[in-house]
């Protein structure tokens, strides 16, 4: 079972590094980092750097595509390399799962058009226009289409997807070996439950469809 994650410069590094670390643990999976072009690619700080040792060209029929967001989705929006090999490989994929602003690539690539879909909250009522349908949920499914909302939910999604993939032993004894077990400190992870003036905040600084770093 071969499990694509797609890196683009400048992405978030959970939202690929999260599900990487659960899927990485499936019974004969094979998890690949792929881009335009192999090689290193920084994510959206530039400070840390994932090798993608395969051109997406050379892994054109994957079970799984799973593509991350960050800020350089701003630059992925428009057709081009990416979106060809997304709808390709998207006609042989068991699952299409993105996280984050992920799906907003997705979208434009028109794998989502009519389908339920969540993204980074900041990011959710721009998938109507792209054609999906926006859901305000952590993980959405819609047949193979999996979506996962902002950055640490894409370990949900993962998990979740593990236990369709190979059964809910499984993915509980994946998430007892990373010990995910999340007892945050603060109660500030949803836009409905933060202090009104940290979503306010985030509000003016959004990068969401701009690049602009946060």
Do not use: N
């Amino acid at each position: 079972m071969q499990i694509v994650i797609v890196l683009f410069d400048r992405f978030t590094a959970l939202d690929a590094v999260g599900p990487y670390q659960v899927l990485t643990s499936l019974p004969g999976a094979e998890v690949v980092f792929a881009a335009e072009h192999p090689g290193p690619i920084a994510d959206e700080v530039g400070r840390l750097t994932l090798t993608a040792e395969a051109a997406l060209a050379d892994v054109s029929h994957p079970d799984v595509l799973l593509v991350p967001g960050g800020p350089g989705q701003h630059d992925q929006m428009h057709d081009g390399p990416l979106h060809e090999w997304l709808r390709a490989a998207d006609q042989t994929t068991s699952w299409t799962t993105s996280v984050c602003t992920g799906s907003l690539i997705l979208a434009a690539a028109g794998l989502l058009t009519g389908r339920r879909a969540t993204s980074y909250w900041l990011a959710l009522g721009h998938l109507e226009q792209y054609g999906a349908i926006p859901v305000a949920e952590r993980v959405v499914f819609d047949e193979k289409y999996v979506t996962a909302a902002g950055v640490s939910s894409g370990i949900d999604m993962a998990l979740t997807l593990a236990g369709r993939i190979a059964g809910d032993q499984t993915a509980q004894a994946i998430q007892l070996g990373i010990e995910y077990d999340p007892q945050p400190p603060y109660d500030a992870g949803s836009p409905d439950r933060a202090p009104a003036e940290i979503v306010t905040r985030l509000q003016s600084r959004s990068r969401i469809l701009t690049g602009r770093p946060t």
